[in-house]
DNA sequence: ATTATTACATAAGATTCTTATGTATTCAGT
DNA sequence: ACTGAATACATAAGAATCTTATGTAATAAT
């Protein structure tokens, strides 16, 4: 995203909505899966992933599964019951925002 | 919009398209054409929006016009030639944003 | 008279990011 | 054997953008 303030706020959504998809991430997959699907035109840095995958697992949103793997840790999250509703919910969300956004700067000229 | 944290940050481009299409507006019409085009579901606080004007016009994107109208001050912004590129220049950073958000939230399942 | 609407403004605090930094392991190239 | 890139986590300081609260002041409506 480089200099993006529109992302800002939409991190969680996206977050939940690929571990909705994918059962369970770890969080560098997570960063490597946003690049690959927007083919490098998005990315999240790790200041702003870490510490959002934190809160959700704060906010009972996630649960997490730890796993070595060549020596090497990883922190698997996946989605509580609860995130599962709260993902649906935010889902919504993001579409009625799009939906506002796009009445808004493509107006229908009657 | 409620408690919406994705409206954070889309708010200076929806000023500078709102001021595209009506050539000069004041900030209280501001928070009401929004409010009219998306049928009061997007609501503009003074608190975020009057920063924001002052903000865009210390970045030399949009100018004042002071006028009086039934014994009330009303402050005209309008856009600088400055501002018209800002505004075709974010107005393309939304449409890719909301492009990346339909690539992330609707994945084509090959 | 009192409340709602019109019209501006700012300040404190919350939230969410960026940037910088740190630790540690593995892998590829020289 | 060494170096840098990649993998994998984490946090802290500061920036940017909002919300909420508050203030001023005039007109319109009840």
Request: hydrophobic letters at 40%.
């Amino acid at each position: 995203m480089q200099n993006n303030q529109l992302f800002k706020g939409s991190l969680s959504t996206i977050v939940l909505k690929l571990l909705k998809d994918n059962k369970k991430m770890y969080g560098y997959q997570i960063t490597r899966e946003v690049e690959k699907i927007t083919a490098g035109e998005m990315v999240i840095t790790e200041g702003a992933l870490y510490p959002t995958l934190h809160k959700l697992e704060a906010r009972g949103l996630l649960s997490v599964e730890m796993k070595m793997v060549n020596n090497r840790r990883r922190k698997y999250y996946f989605l509580t019951e609860k995130g599962k509703k709260e993902t649906m919910s935010l889902l919504n969300e993001m579409k009625t925002f799009i939906q506002h956004m796009d009445l808004l700067l493509n107006p229908k000229l009657i």
